[in-house]
């Protein structure tokens, strides 16, 4: 199996909806042309959803229009058939269609029942190849009205969305509710299972498993992550989903593994310390405080 790491940054979507400041269209732009230009391939720059359940997308078409489009590829999520309209119509090269495998978490997420929300999956392949679709499993290790779950929840799910078409697909842990062990477990069945499907991961530091998490799935084959500058973001209908995994501090951890893996460390601290002042407040990155490893300092 190749080694290298895939990273999609989320900074622009998942990153930035949780912010409850107007954050300006020509600084998010910003932020995300400086990660492009930091080597990151692949982008979820907004999404397309109502203005009114999230204040902070209202501005998605002018993002995406603002976008350095060179050696990379930009994503975003759209909830239903009208965001995946417009999606295409701003050029994106792939939607991000999220449903939970929680019937609680989906109802209070998207007020859907999860059998409607794979029903609104097929209505978008009618617009679209199905290859430019990645669906996002979300709560796909635990639900906090839920609780825990086992992987066969989550094999469900993916064989019913698999026999309708869909090859590509987001593992998401949308409350950092996962273990390493529970990781190693999930990831291996499941790539097992469905060798012919691509999947990513996408994970949230809330109880500071993240980057353990991390590493547990790649030693079990995982070789696509979703993470955020600064660790900054959440889900505005999960209770308790702090930030997502640290950028940084995830190319960081592979770097020094000796990992290939895309993505100008130093640039993308730069970024992150000036969008920490942007935003006015600490964030929860490790790596924009600390510097690398291998950085010295004077006695």
């Known amino acids: 199996m190749d080694e290298r790491v895939i990273m999609t940054d989320v900074t622009g979507r998942d990153g930035f909806q949780m912010e409850k400041d107007w954050i300006a269209t020509e600084d998010k732009i910003n932020i995300i042309n400086q990660i492009i230009a930091s080597g990151i391939p692949r982008i979820e720059a907004t999404s397309f959803v109502s203005p009114k359940a999230v204040p902070q997308m209202r501005d998605a078409r002018e993002v995406i229009d603002?976008?350095?489009?060179?050696?990379?590829?930009?994503?975003?999520?759209?909830?239903?058939?009208?965001?995946?309209?417009?999606?295409?119509?701003?050029?994106?090269?792939?939607?991000?269609?999220?449903?939970?495998?929680?019937?609680?978490?989906?109802?209070?997420?998207?007020r859907k029942t999860v059998g409607e929300s794979i029903e609104g999956v097929k209505d978008i392949?009618?617009?679209?190849?199905?290859?430019?679709?990645?669906?996002?499993?979300?709560?796909?290790?635990?639900?906090?009205?839920?609780?825990?779950?086992?992987?066969?929840?989550?094999?469900?799910?993916?064989?019913?969305?698999?026999?309708?078409?869909?090859?590509?697909?987001?593992?998401a842990d949308t409350t950092g509710m996962a273990n390493p062990v529970q990781m190693t477990e999930f990831i291996s069945t499941i790539m097992e299972r469905y060798p012919d499907n691509y999947f990513g991961l996408h994970l949230h530091n809330t109880?500071?498993?993240?980057?353990?998490?991390?590493?547990?799935?790649?030693?079990?084959?995982?070789?696509?992550?979703?993470?955020?500058?600064?660790?900054?973001?959440?889900?505005?209908?999960?209770?308790?989903?702090?930030?997502?995994?640290c950028l940084e501090d995830v190319i960081h951890m592979f770097e020094f593994m000796g990992v290939p893996v895309d993505g100008n460390l130093p640039g993308l601290i730069e970024t992150a310390l000036g969008m920490e002042k942007l935003l006015g407040r600490t964030l929860p990155g490790q790596v924009m405080k600390s510097g690398q490893a291998d950085k010295t300092h004077i006695a």
């Open 125 to 171: 392949q009618k617009l679209m190849d199905s290859s430019k679709i990645t669906v996002s499993l979300a709560t796909a290790f635990g639900c906090p009205f839920e609780g825990l779950y086992e992987v066969d929840k989550i094999l469900g799910n993916i064989e019913t969305l698999t026999a309708a078409g869909i090859s590509r697909f987001t593992i």
């Open 66 to 110: 603002g976008i350095q489009r060179e050696n990379v590829e930009v994503i975003a999520l759209v909830p239903n058939v009208k965001g995946a309209e417009l999606a295409l119509e701003a050029g994106v090269d792939e939607v991000n269609y999220v449903l939970s495998i929680s019937e609680t978490h989906n109802q209070k997420n998207v």
């Open 207 to 245: 109880r500071g498993m993240g980057l353990a998490n991390i590493y547990a799935a790649y030693q079990a084959g995982m070789r696509h992550f979703d993470a955020a500058l600064g660790g900054i973001g959440g889900c505005p209908f999960a209770p308790g989903a702090s930030g997502n995994v």
